[in-house]
T-cell receptor, first 115, second 113 residues
């Protein structure tokens, strides 16, 4: 079946530190991969995506590369800011058969950035 | 374009009651999915609607139901509420069933007492 495993944290960093949040997946077909971010009291916002192997998604300084050989999609940012404090979710979408129309999520990683 | 909207944003109900939540997708989006978010279980898929038909369903009891209207707006209903139904209910829309990403609304926070 389809599943996503991500480091649950919490992750606490100082401003301008380097961020990595690990995400690995299991999929039966050819998934697309996503990172979503959730700020307190809000819904999920799409941060970046990659639809095929070796694609790199990027947005707002965040990057993630779709690695099929290691079934991974790790999120990175070179210099975090206090405003990046949020919960980050790794997710996959698999277009095979009965799994259309749904996303599979990891458990989320709470990131706190201190000034 | 306006984003996904959900009403109400907050709701308090008593055990045994029923509740209806509403979702308006992004204009032009035809697929609507619902998710339940709790601290213990994380994000769990409830169901997906496309062209007024339920196309996919998660592992939830029959107390959870939904529908979609011809304008793509969707409602979900929970009958005979239990304390464990307290959660953030998120609606997400997508243009179709081929586009992979989904766009989420702010959610409805349901508290069952």
């Amino acid at each position: 079946g389809n599943s996503v495993t991500q480091m649950e944290g919490p992750v606490t960093l100082s401003e301008e530190a380097f961020l990595t949040i690990n995400c690995t997946y299991t999929a039966t077909g050819y998934p697309s991969l996503f990172w979503y971010v959730q700020y307190p009291g809000e819904g999920l916002q799409l941060l970046l995506k990659a639809t095929k192997a070796d694609d790199k998604g990027s947005n707002k300084g965040f990057e993630a590369t779709y690695r099929k050989e290691t079934t991974s999609f790790h999120l990175e940012k070179g210099s975090v800011q206090v405003s990046d404090s949020a919960v980050y979710f790794c997710a996959l979408s698999d277009i095979g058969g009965s799994t259309l129309g749904r996303l599979y999520f990891g458990r989320g990683t709470q990131l706190t950035v201190w000034p | 374009k306006a984003g996904v909207t959900q009403t109400p944003r907050y709701l308090i109900k008593t055990r045994g009651q029923q509740v209806t939540l509403s979702c308006s997708p992004i204009s032009g989006h035809r697929s609507v999915s619902w998710y339940q978010q709790t601290p213990g279980q994380g994000l769990q898929f409830l169901f997906e609607y496309f062209s007024e038909t339920q196309r996919n369903k998660g592992n939830f009891p029959g107390r959870f139901s939904g529908r979609q209207f011809s304008n793509s707006r969707s409602e979900m209903n929970v009958s005979t509420l239990e304390l464990g139904d307290s959660a953030l209910y998120l609606c997400a829309s997508s243009p179709d069933r081929i586009t992979y990403e989904q766009y989420f609304g702010p959610g409805t926070r349901l508290t069952v007492t």
